[in-house]
């Protein structure tokens, strides 16, 4: 799914309180950002559905 500035807001508040999101082709840090990039990234729906639940399975 496209991401506009809704998707982000969303991302933003969901990492602000600790969430993991799992993101396919979404957005992406300015590279000269001295952060790592918060998003765990999948190539597809497969990948982003193993992903979220293996995070699910380790909890918190």
Do not use: N, Y
């Not at 993991?20 to 300015?30: N, R, S």
Request: hydrophobic share 45%; proline share 7%.
């Amino acid at each position: 799914m496209g991401g506009e500035f809704g998707t982000l807001s969303e991302i933003g508040l969901a990492l602000k309180f600790g969430k993991p999101v799992v993101g396919i082709e979404t957005w992406l840090l300015d590279k000269e950002t001295p952060v790592a990039d918060p998003i765990i990234r999948a190539k597809d729906a497969a990948e982003a559905v193993e992903k979220a639940l293996a995070l699910i399975r380790k909890g918190p």
